[in-house]
């Protein structure tokens, strides 16, 4: 007689997403890169009174702190990726760091647009050679950054589902377009004297910011709060199962996601017939991004039918 295969041969591994080595090193870079051009830009600022380039300090300062938090969350789930009290794995720790750098986003433009306005009730005379001099240094580091962080570190996900590396890769751009607008606002003031350039350039900077951190914010939140239903996967999984050799109704349907491009699903049938849940696992299989599926097959069903 064949013996019942133990429970050790039943358990599988939770860990769903490997990480990104490379992601990971490359954002550490950033980090120094980062934290370097803001003292400097900040200094700058103070030195030569250009209110451009102090928000472009400051915003690079919380950018220096949101990347070392992108950098410790790579840390962190690789770190507990076989810890059993993470049920589905370690990966949504990448992306409560995109969360968390998405909140420090918002307050960078609600900084810059505090200080600005207030530089435009107040105008103050501007070293602008010295300043512009330091506005291209900055924006030379922020294109340095943003190339560590490019899109083919992902290994061809791209950046809209590493949320951790799409937030550290919006903290380096927004760098670099407040970088720019510094320097058109410096020149701009320099060559027509035009002061209120400096401060003008900061609230379309502090606006353009918070856009991007809105959409970070929504996306990632929409994964920490298992919001998924929507997602196409879901709409795939009712029709396999409706075009299945066995017939069947779904009781219930829970789907999430684990890591980057990987579902888990939960899913509760009701067929007229006694049905083995291996043949609707199968059929399901054929989804590559399902990667945790769980069945339960009933005669009756105890929630309605959807």
Known sequence: MRSA???????????????????????????????????????????????????????????????????????????????????????????????TSALCLIGVALLMAWQSVQRLLAPAPIHYDRAIALAVAGLLVNLACAWLLRDGHDHGHGPHHDLNLRAAYLHVLADAATSILAILALVGGKAWGAAWLDPLMGLIGAGLVGAWAWGLLRDSGRVLLDAEMNAPVVEEIREAIAEGPVEAAICDLHVWRVGKGNYACILSLVTAEAADPDVFKRQLELHEELAHISIEVNRTCTVPVS
């Not at 041969?9 to 997403?17: G, I």
């Not at 030195?47 to 790579?74: T, V």
């Not at 993470?86 to 409560?96: C, D, P, R, S, Y």
């Open 5 to 99: 295969p133990s429970l050790e041969s039943r358990q599988h591994s939770h860990v769903f997403d490997e990480g990104d080595p490379l992601a990971e090193r490359n954002t550490r870079w950033a980090v120094g890169l980062t934290a370097a051009m803001m003292v400097a830009e900040i200094a700058g600022g103070w030195r030569f009174n250009s209110m451009a380039l102090l928000a472009d300090g400051w915003h690079m300062s919380s950018h220096a702190l949101a990347l070392g938090l992108a950098a410790l969350a790579y840390g962190a789930a690789r770190r507990f990726a076989r810890d059993p009290r993470f049920a589905f794995g370690t990966w949504k720790i990448e992306v409560l760091g995109g969360y």
